[in-house]
């Protein structure tokens, strides 16, 4: 039964993640958004609910490694699974945004300070605090950087009479929901499965839940990819591992403060930040291509073969 509720709730959520794409595209054009900022903030924060909600879950119920497994299995496949994937399957990518000069400090800040707070064991309520303050400021810059951007001009501009903000909120807090309800369910049945053959809880929370969790990342950027608008699946990536570093585990820390022994994890820690490394050599590189799609394809299966290894 599990099986077939994890196939059920996959078409849930891609069904989900195209009403998000289509009407964010809609609202971008409306308002000359650019498409990064976008993908950046509204898709984002989105997609990282189910992350956010599982980790949440998680901390209320004591389980800490759980909650924060999650987070660290989400950004490792962020990176690896689906910004490989967009590579591969993206015939030419040519960004407009410089993503090297204006956003790998973002991506590669949250990372080290994670990596620094849990050398004490713990992630306190007042680290929280400061990981929540820390989105703030991205939020704050990407805000602040939008204003500074020249308005692209977009090749089809959709006529003023075809926008209801009626209609677009409508989808677009159904697609919101049919993601959010999708990836919940996805994680219930692939965690059943995983608990009927007997894995530790952190390797639930470091695979399953978060690849369950990342399937809205995964589905969202390649559809984006599909229809051409790459600066939305990057900067959905982007802002969802920011988000997952800070809103995620800081909002699972203010519940309860999550205890860690980091000596533990050394390869799970080591490869979330050299598969950001990657990512910010990458952007500097301008290496949007399949090659660089098939080195992150080769850290996921690394990253999975010593996971499995440790079954």
Same mark, same amino acid.
Do not use: C
């Given at each position: 039964?599990?099986?077939?509720?994890?196939?059920?709730?996959?078409?849930?959520?891609?069904?989900?993640?195209?009403?998000?794409?289509?009407?964010?595209?809609?609202?971008?054009?409306?308002?000359?958004?650019?498409?990064?900022?976008?993908?950046?903030?509204?898709?984002?924060?989105?997609?990282?609910?189910?992350?956010?909600?599982?980790?949440?879950?998680?901390?209320?119920?004591?389980?800490?490694?759980?909650?924060?497994?999650?987070?660290?299995?989400?950004?490792?496949?962020?990176?690896?699974?689906?910004?490989?994937?967009?590579?591969?399957?993206?015939?030419?990518?040519?960004?407009?945004?410089?993503?090297?000069?204006?956003?790998?400090?973002?991506?590669?800040?949250?990372?080290?300070?994670?990596?620094?707070?849990?050398?004490?064991?713990?992630?306190?309520?007042?680290?929280?605090?400061?990981?929540?303050?820390?989105?703030?400021?991205?939020?704050?810059?990407?805000?602040?950087?939008?204003?500074?951007?020249?308005?692209?001009?977009?090749?089809?501009?959709?006529?003023?009479?075809?926008?209801?903000?009626?209609?677009?909120?409508?989808?677009?807090?159904?697609?919101?929901?049919?993601?959010?309800?999708?990836? &919940?369910?996805?994680?219930?049945?692939?965690?059943?499965?995983?608990?009927?053959?007997?894995?530790?809880?952190?390797?639930?929370?470091?695979?399953?839940?978060?690849?369950?969790?990342?399937?809205?990342?995964?589905?969202?950027?390649?559809?984006?990819?599909?229809?051409?608008?790459?600066?939305?699946?990057?900067?959905?990536?982007?802002?969802?591992?920011?988000?997952?570093?800070?809103?995620?585990?800081?909002?699972?820390?203010?519940?309860?403060?999550?205890?860690?022994?980091?000596?533990?994890?050394?390869?799970?820690?080591?490869?979330?930040?050299?598969?950001?490394?990657?990512?910010?050599?990458?952007?500097?590189?301008?290496?949007?291509?399949?090659?660089?799609?098939?080195?992150?394809?080769?850290?996921?299966?690394?990253?999975?073969? &010593?996971?499995?290894?440790?079954?």
């Amino acid at each position: 039964m599990n099986f077939v509720i994890f196939v059920l709730s996959m078409g849930v959520l891609i069904w989900g993640a195209d009403l998000l794409i289509d009407q964010s595209e809609r609202i971008a054009i409306k308002f000359r958004i650019p498409e990064f900022i976008i993908g950046a903030t509204l898709i984002a924060l989105g997609t990282s609910l189910p992350e956010m909600a599982a980790s949440m879950v998680a901390s209320a119920n004591g389980q800490s490694a759980l909650a924060i497994s999650n987070v660290i299995g989400s950004n490792i496949l962020n990176i690896t699974l689906v910004l490989a994937t967009v590579f591969l399957i993206s015939k030419k990518i040519s960004p407009d945004r410089d993503f090297f000069a204006k956003d790998s400090m973002w991506a590669l800040v949250p990372v080290l300070v994670f990596i620094l707070m849990i050398l004490d064991g713990i992630i306190s309520r007042f680290d929280a605090f400061l990981l929540l303050l820390l989105m703030g400021a991205y939020l704050l810059f990407l805000l602040r950087d939008a204003q500074g951007v020249p308005q692209e001009i977009l090749e089809h501009p959709l006529p003023t009479e075809d926008f209801q903000w009626g209609r677009t909120i409508f989808m677009l807090l159904g697609g919101f929901i049919l993601v959010i309800v999708g990836a &919940h369910f996805t994680v219930e049945s692939a965690t059943a499965i995983a608990k009927s053959f007997g894995i530790s809880e952190w390797i639930i929370g470091i695979v399953m839940v978060s690849l369950g969790t990342s399937l809205p990342e995964l589905v969202v950027s390649v559809s984006a990819a599909i229809k051409g608008k790459v600066d939305m699946a990057i900067g959905n990536i982007i802002g969802s591992n920011m988000a997952n570093t800070t809103v995620v585990l800081g909002a699972s820390a203010l519940i309860n403060p999550l205890p860690m022994v980091a000596n533990n994890y050394i390869f799970d820690l080591s490869t979330m930040f050299v598969a950001t490394f990657i990512l910010v050599f990458i952007t500097a590189n301008k290496l949007y291509n399949k090659s660089a799609g098939i080195t992150l394809f080769i850290l996921l299966a690394l990253f999975l073969q &010593h996971t499995l290894e440790h079954l």
